[in-house]
């Protein structure tokens, strides 16, 4: 055990010994969606039209492109953890672990295409 | 794990509806089918951007169908709900507004909002 008081060393641990780590990301990318999600959404609705040249001239706008491949990494990030809480809930034993290593290659898999197809566009490849 | 019957507590069924259950299940079933229908949506929307016009004119002509929009249409909606209940999630969080009249009145306040966003939305595209 490390120094401090009792308290100090157990505060924030759970039976896990991970304590409030998920419960503490889940927050913080639902505050960084909020304002991604509403950034994209109002975005798009100004955009004149969402004809192909529109649509990728303006994700090659550096200030489109970084914060669409945030707005990709907050959200996966965040469902990541959701669909996790729900698989926790409703499956259990063998089937948990094979849901939950097919959500972590859903979500790296899936943002990682996000990404690659964002930088494709934007270099213009 | 051994299957014996033991009682369970009582479930959904005996429950009377109330507008504090459906907000909070509205904000799983939301969160859980943007995760999956809307991801999926979305990146066919971006690799069709980043593959071509062709591919991207594929993705135009389904999306912009009745069906398109009608699906569209939910997931903004759905967006909205989410959206609108994850931050009442965030205000209780810090242990405000769980006494009965505040969250009566803040899970109705989110479907109010959710369906006036996705209306406002919606007109914005289709009609300006």
Known sequence: MGRGTEIGRVRGLGAAKSGVHHWWLQRVTAISNLALVVWFIVSLVRLPDLGYQTVTDWIGQPLVTVPLILFV????????????????????????????????????????????????????? | MASVNRPLSPHLGIWRWRVHMLVSILHRATGDGLAIGG???FLWWLVAAATGPEAYETFLSIASGWVGITILVALTWAVYQHMMSGIRHLAMDTGWGYDLATSKLTAILTILASLTLTAITWALILYV
């Open chain 1, 73 to 125: 990494v907050s959200v996966f990030w965040h469902l990541r953890l959701g669909l996790q809480v729900l698989i926790e809930d409703y499956l259990h034993e063998g089937t948990k672990v094979a849901s939950l290593l097919a959500l972590n290659a859903f979500a790296v898999a899936g943002g990682l295409v996000g990404v690659f197809s964002i930088l494709k566009i934007a270099l213009g490849a």
């Open chain 2, 39 to 41: 991801t999926l949506l």
